[in-house]
């Protein structure tokens, strides 16, 4: 049987559609992996910034712990200078009071241990103010029922900020002090002596002060 020419035409594949589905399916194979790189690539990124997010809240937590504990540290060291500076000056008024010539109505003899207590006040928080206020109280430094030569003048020293709490401070002498922002809370303070003390938001709660002088302060709430 004879073939002709026009017939071996109409059987043969085109060359272009043998040539193209294999760069069809490499093409979709590509773009898939492609999309899976991307992807990975993707999560990978989400997963340093996780990473990354996780290691600055840590650090963040370390630095702030590490201030804490300077800070810790840093008050430790101020209090315990803050002590010194208390008995030293404690020990200093000890010294003069102990004295085999002192006499506590020669003012000439109180100069001293005032200079010394004003010079300490300067360096003492509150509440070692409190204390050196104490000893001076209990040592009949600065009360109301001895004689006025005998009272250790307090005039113009720092006492703001100051508390007193659940104290027997009956005759406590305190004239002309400034005293601002102080608190007395639950103490005796019969006779006691706040003239002209500057005592702006100083609070007195629940406080016996019978026969106490508050003569040309200034008290503003």
């Given at each position: 049987m004879s073939v002709y020419p026009s017939d071996l035409r109409e059987r043969r594949v085109p060359v272009s559609n043998v040539i193209d589905e294999p760069i069809s399916r490499s093409t979709n194979v590509c773009r898939k992996l492609f999309?899976?790189?991307?992807?990975?690539?993707?999560?990978?990124?989400?997963?340093?910034?996780?990473?990354m997010i996780i290691y600055i809240i840590r650090q963040d937590s370390k630095f702030k712990t590490t201030l804490v504990d300077l800070d810790s540290d840093e008050e430790k060291k101020r209090n315990e200078h803050e002590k010194e500076i208390l008995d030293n000056c404690i020990d200093t008024i000890w010294e003069n009071l102990l004295g085999l010539y002192f006499n506590q109505s020669n003012r000439d003899h109180l100069q001293p241990i005032r200079i010394k207590v004003f010079n300490t006040f300067r360096h003492l928080s509150p509440t070692y103010k409190r204390d050196l206020i104490l000893f001076l109280y209990e040592h009949g430094l600065i009360r109301t029922d001895i004689p006025s030569e005998q009272q250790l003048n307090l005039h113009d020293v720092d006492l703001n900020n100051i508390q007193f709490e659940n104290l027997n401070l009956d005759y406590l002498y305190?004239?002309?002090?400034?005293?601002?922002?102080?608190?007395?809370?639950?103490?005796?303070?019969?006779?006691?002596?706040?003239?002209?003390?500057?005592?702006?938001?100083?609070?007195?709660?629940?406080?016996?002060?019978?026969?106490?002088?508050?003569?040309?302060?200034y008290f503003h709430t």
């Open positions: 999309q899976i790189v991307l992807i990975l690539a993707v999560l990978i990124a989400i997963a340093i910034g996780i990473l305190l004239s002309g002090v400034m005293a601002s922002n102080s608190l007395f809370h639950n103490c005796q303070l019969k006779k006691s002596n706040f003239t002209r003390s500057f005592m702006n938001k100083s609070r007195f709660i629940a406080c016996s002060l019978e026969g106490s002088t508050f003569s040309g302060i």
